[in-house]
């Protein structure tokens, strides 16, 4: 019921703007977030496609084994010695060419001679120290990431995520031995890995056993792993994460090995008992490294973070080394004391690690050679070019919306499919919102609060049921997006920034981790719904009481504090005392007066209402009659929180007041002319008889005649007076038969031009616009404009410029501007013809217009006063206005409006059209 009360169309079209006012915001906030994600997802979120770096990601870190040089190879396929006591580069500016890609691993041999490179181009190559050349090219078919070597530097055993492990002569650089891929073999655990492959050659990290005679490799399977090291043959597998190994490091005495994926653990050889297993870092570890005496060991998280292990406590002694962007590479010198890093930033920083200080800053890999690049655990596959952002799904969701936007704004000039259309926005921007969040990450995607902005929308633009049913969608889509992530349906876009663990946890959610994860999200909408709901009717009542009756009640409303301060006012009051927009703070004493101000200040004292009558002078100077009621507020039970003050326009009832006066003169006028044109005119004919009977019969000289003639002229004028007074106060109604005015100013016109006033007067007619026949009295318009007319020309005579012009239009009732009824245009509105005569006579100064219609007032020697009060009664009489605009010396306007809708049985409308216009 409340629903059918409160709305509207134009609240219908209102709610469709703001809804797309809203969309509009929402977008622009969706795009900024987007821009946000994009530009920190292509900087730092490792595993993901990225574009070509543009200045050299340092993807491989490792020291000397008498830690006197730093060697560091990046994404410009190039390796840099570096002197770690000067921090100087010792081999060319450009750096050591050769590979023809990016340096995945940098190894160098036990005796410092030679330093091999693996390359994501598939091969590595062995380089002379002291003749500073290459030496050999290991060729392979995939990219290289794992390079190590046998204890006496004579076996190298190399390796990848894509490939198995092949074990090679470090003098000739011929092949010894390959691994074959095992029969029956699990299947990989994380998604990560490259399902043509079986786990154990989703290699991240291999190693020469001390004693040489095993390899010792971790992999993406979460599993350890040993291979002979003459002929690669596995010999036993220990399952040691239950998610994937990213990184890995073995001591230089063999007893200990670290591992990372999520979680940094310790371990024991040769029995591999796990020491201790920490949360320490809050992100994906990337790198481990062992110091020579293997008594510490460093760990580097992708979040920029590196730490500092103690072995025997196997647990951090010290954090440090707050990197900008992900660590791709670290290592530690063999005695402990520096730490090297190696970013996405194209920098290899030293850190000491006694004070956790950085060093000193190398800058030194500048271009990249290719166009795509393989990261050290990136994705197995090949690397694409990222969409550009508009491709994107979320970027054509945006682009989408701001598509539909248009539309409703095309569409929201059909008024009738307002209300349609503010459904079908909502119903639609549910669907677009669930399709963000499922690109960005269900329930962890930061565009799952929108749901509440719809939901919210709805309970003011449908209603409280339809915000019900917008949030059992929301919940109902929001749930699916849940459910499919569950299933292994995740986008792409938003997988490549996930790890392996956490894709699992999205595939082994059980039915309490959904209830535990929609539970809340599903709730809030339901609550929101219910209270934006009850919030809507409540705002949708007070928008009908302010709108619909503060607003329409026709009088002004001021609310004041207890300290007399204007608190609110409608516009009415604005409109009454013509207040500009930044006068509304006035205290009340400016706006009303000082006898408002007292009578409201003893309201309050009294706790009493009340009234009174002022008369306020507006800016324009035009003073208006205002009725002012104050009224308490107050609980029914306590003292009053202020007042409220009604000022009501009275100038309506001050005017049918004074025509009530004036019509009860004219009637007691009508009533006794009568008699006294009767009582006067009989003995005035007895008289004027008598004079006429004496000059007749007895001989009156000459000179005496002329008394004679006195009285003769002056009974006439008499009884001139005495008809004039009868028809002013016995006025018939009006004939009312069809008159076409143009034709009779048109003959009337002729009527005074052949006067004698009339010689040398312009006399026109112009008539703007046809102006169709109507219900008139012709005689009484004839005698209007006739008298007007003859005015007119008495007042031109003897100026210099004599013209009287005649002007009829078609006006309705609020075009007929200076007739009083322009504030009734809200009102009323009432066909009828506006006539104009203007002439360029003397003009009128202003006390003598102010009595113009009055009985018996005029400025001629020989009038009677009562020519334009005769006038005013027929325009009166046939429901019509007149008005008058005359200066000194400037001419004289009068303006007669005329109805064209009079009927011969419809009384007078003079009272209707006095309290709808407020001038008689």
Not at 130 to 157: I, M, N
Not at 191 to 216: H, N, S, V, W
Not at 512 to 532: N, Q
Request: hydrophobic share 45%; with cysteine; net charge negative.
């Amino acid at each position: 019921m409340l629903d059918s009360l409160v709305e509207s169309p134009n609240r219908t079209v209102r709610s469709n703007r703001i809804l797309i006012a809203l969309r509009l915001i929402l977008a622009t906030v969706s795009l900024a977030i987007l821009l946000l994600q994009d530009a920190r997802s292509n900087r730092t979120v490792p595993g993901r496609s990225r574009p070509t770096p543009s200045t050299g990601e340092v993807s491989a870190v490792a020291f000397s084994a008498d830690g006197n040089r730093l060697y560091s190879g990046g994404s410009d396929a190039t390796v840099r010695i570096w002197d770690v006591a000067t921090h100087n580069a010792l081999s060319a500016a450009e750096g050591i060419q050769g590979h023809g890609d990016i340096v995945l691993q940098i190894a160098p041999s036990p005796d410092d001679k030679t330093m091999a490179s693996a390359s994501a181009d598939g091969s590595v190559r062995l380089y002379d120290l002291a003749e500073e050349k290459w030496e050999h090219t290991l060729a392979h078919d995939s990219p290289v990431s794992l390079a190590a070597w046998s204890p006496d530097g004579t076996r190298l055993v190399t390796g990848g995520r894509r490939m198995g492990l092949n074990l090679w002569d470090a003098q000739t650089g011929t092949r010894l031995a390959q691994a074959k891929a095992a029969e029956g073999e699990a299947e990989p655990r994380t998604g990560m890995e490259d399902d043509t492959l079986p786990p154990e050659f989703q290699l991240t990290f291999a190693a020469f056993l001390p004693d040489g005679k095993r390899i010792l490799t971790t992999g993406l399977d979460g599993s350890i792993r040993f291979w002979n090291a003459e002929t690669l043959a596995q010999l036993e597998t220990l399952p040691a994460h239950t998610n994937a190994i990213n990184a890995a490091a073995l001591s230089p005495d063999g007893k200990y090995l670290a591992t990372a994926g999520l979680i940094v653990r310790l371990w024991e050889l040769p029995d591999l008992k796990q020491v201790r297993a920490t949360e320490a870092h809050s992100d994906l570890v990337t790198a481990l490294s062992f110091d020579g005496d293997s008594r510490h060991f460093l760990s580097a998280s992708r979040d920029g973070n590196l730490m500092y292990w103690a072995v025997a406590q196997a647990r951090p002694i010290r954090t440090f080394g707050k990197h900008t962007d992900w660590i791709l590479a670290a290592a530690l010198s063999p005695d402990g004391k520096i730490a090297a890093t190696g970013t996405f930033d194209r920098t290899v920083r030293m850190w000491d690690t006694a004070t956790g200080q950085e060093m000193n800053e190398l800058i030194g890999h500048r271009s990249t050679l290719r166009t795509a690049a393989l990261l050290p655990d990136a994705r197995s596959g090949s690397h694409v070019q990222p969409l550009p952002l508009y491709l994107q799904p979320v970027g054509l969701v945006l682009i989408i919306v701001c598509v539909l936007t248009i539309f409703y704004l095309v569409v929201l000039r059909r008024r009738d499919l307002a209300p349609k259309l503010a459904t079908l926005q909502v119903l639609v921007d549910i669907g677009l919102i669930s399709a963000l969040v499922y690109d960005t990450g269900s329930v962890n995607s930061p565009f799952v609060t929108l749901y509440l902005v719809s939901v919210t929308a709805a309970a003011f633009v449908i209603s409280w049921r339809g915000a019900i049913l917008v949030a059992a969608m929301a919940a109902t889509f929001f749930s699916l997006t849940m459910m499919a992530y569950g299933l292994g349906k995740i986008p792409q876009t938003y997988a490549e920034t996930l790890n392996s663990a956490q894709i699992l946890e999205f595939r082994n959610l059980k039915f309490l981790d959904y209830v535990r994860l929609l539970l809340l999200p599903i709730c809030a909408f339901f609550l929101v719904a219910g209270l934006a709901g009850h919030l809507s009717q409540r705002l949708a009542v007070a928008r009908i009481l302010h709108n619909e009756v503060v607003e329409g009640i026709g009088e002004g409303i001021i609310v004041l504090d207890m300290g007399l301060k204007v608190l609110y006012h409608n516009d009415e009051l604005r409109n009454l005392l013509l207040l500009k927009s930044n006068q509304h703070q006035k205290p009340l004493r400016e706006l009303l007066g000082d006898q408002v101000h007292e009578r409201a200040a003893q309201a309050l004292a009294d706790q009493t209402g009340r009234r009174l009558e002022v008369n306020h002078r507006r800016p324009d100077g035009m003073i208006l009659p205002f009725e002012v009621r104050v009224l308490p507020v107050r609980d029914p039970e306590g003292p009053p929180r202020g007042l409220i003050v009604v000022v009501d326009d009275i100038t309506a009832e001050k005017k049918m007041e004074e025509f009530f006066k004036h019509k009860e003169r004219i009637e007691a006028m009508g009533q006794i002319s009568a008699s006294i044109a009767h009582e006067i005119r009989n003995p005035l004919a007895s008289i004027r008889g008598a004079v006429q009977e004496i000059a007749r019969s007895v001989e009156i000289p000459e000179n005496k005649k002329i008394l004679v003639d006195i009285v003769m002229s002056e009974s006439d004028r008499l009884d001139k007076i005495i008809s004039d007074f009868l028809r002013y106060a016995r006025m018939r109604q009006p004939k009312l038969a069809e008159v076409n005015l143009a034709t009779l100013l048109s003959e009337l016109r002729m009527m005074l031009v052949t006067r004698d006033e009339a010689k040398d007067v312009e006399v026109r007619l112009e008539e703007v616009g046809e102006v169709d026949p109507f219900p008139a009295d012709s005689e009484q318009l004839r005698q209007i404009f006739l008298n007007l007319g003859v005015n007119a020309l008495q007042a031109v005579d003897g100026r210099p410029e004599k013209k009287v012009l005649f002007r009829l239009q078609s006006a309705s009732r609020h075009k007929a501007q200076s007739l009083g009824c322009a504030d009734a245009a809200s009102r009323v509105d009432r066909p009828g013809v506006l006539v104009e005569i203007q002439d360029t006579g003397r003009g009128m100064a202003p006390n003598v217009l102010s009595e113009i219609f009055e009985p018996f007032f005029t400025t001629k020697a020989d009038g009677t006063g009562l020519g334009l009060a005769i006038v005013a009664r027929m325009v009166q009489g046939h429901e019509g206005f007149i008005d008058v605009q005359s200066h000194p010396d400037q001419g004289t306007t009068f303006r007669i409006w005329l109805p064209t809708d009079l009927k011969a049985d419809r009384t007078s409308g003079l009272r209707q059209a006095v309290e709808e216009s407020g001038t008689a």
